[in-house]
């Protein structure tokens, strides 16, 4: 991972003068609980989950989005009813791109974590499909959402790396969304626009 981070560094650098400006590792567990901090004012960054096997998700961020920063990827994916024009027919469904969305709806989940943690992916699919069953029909998921936002919020802790690059304060978001592409391109993250 750090050989492919060095790499993005050293394109980026070539592409647009611009030097990384922190880069910050947080491996799972204690370093990712408690590594994540505000969004500072004077950067734009990017971050990255990577499990054992793969990179997950790759994004970036600037003063206008501080959730996708510190929360966005650490929450239960939202359930929403939506309801089909033709037939009438409720179906659910999970607007947005995040990781916990990500990883619920990919039936491969699985391989791309360790095996000590397949028991807790389950475990959280479990709960995410009785939320969903409880909203399609009508009862209220407030609170079960809200505990499973905590135990997905330590899951990732707990099972994903998260790398941060940050760059000074550009006037427009080119530089830190070229940083962004370089960093998919590289990485071929699992859930960046496959799912």
Not at 74 to 80: I, K, N
Not at 160 to 173: A, C, G, H, P
Request: charged content about 30%; aromatic content about 8%.
């Amino acid at each position: 991972m750090k050989n492919q981070i060095d790499q993005i560094e050293k394109i980026f650098k070539n592409i647009t003068g611009l030097d990384i400006k922190e880069k910050k590792y947080l491996t799972k567990g204690n370093v990712h609980k408690n590594g994540v901090k505000k969004l500072d004012e004077n950067y734009q960054c990017i971050y990255m989950f990577f499990s054992e096997k793969c990179c997950l998700k790759v994004g970036y961020v600037d003063q206008g989005s501080p959730q996708r920063w510190n929360s966005h990827h650490y929450t239960a994916p939202r359930t929403e009813i939506k309801i089909e024009k033709e037939t009438g027919i409720k179906k659910v469904v999970h607007p947005g791109s995040t990781l916990p969305r990500s990883i619920m709806l990919d039936s491969y989940a699985k391989h791309r974590f360790q095996e000590s943690s397949h028991n807790d992916i389950d475990s959280l699919n479990n709960k995410f499909k009785s939320i969903s069953s409880d909203k399609l029909q009508g009862k209220d998921t407030k609170k079960l959402t809200s505990d499973l936002s905590k135990e997905f919020r330590s899951f990732i802790e707990n099972n994903t790396d998260r790398v941060e690059l940050s760059i000074e304060k550009q006037k427009n978001t080119f530089a830190i969304k070229l940083l962004e592409s370089i960093s998919i391109y590289i990485l071929n993250p699992q859930y960046e626009g496959k799912n």
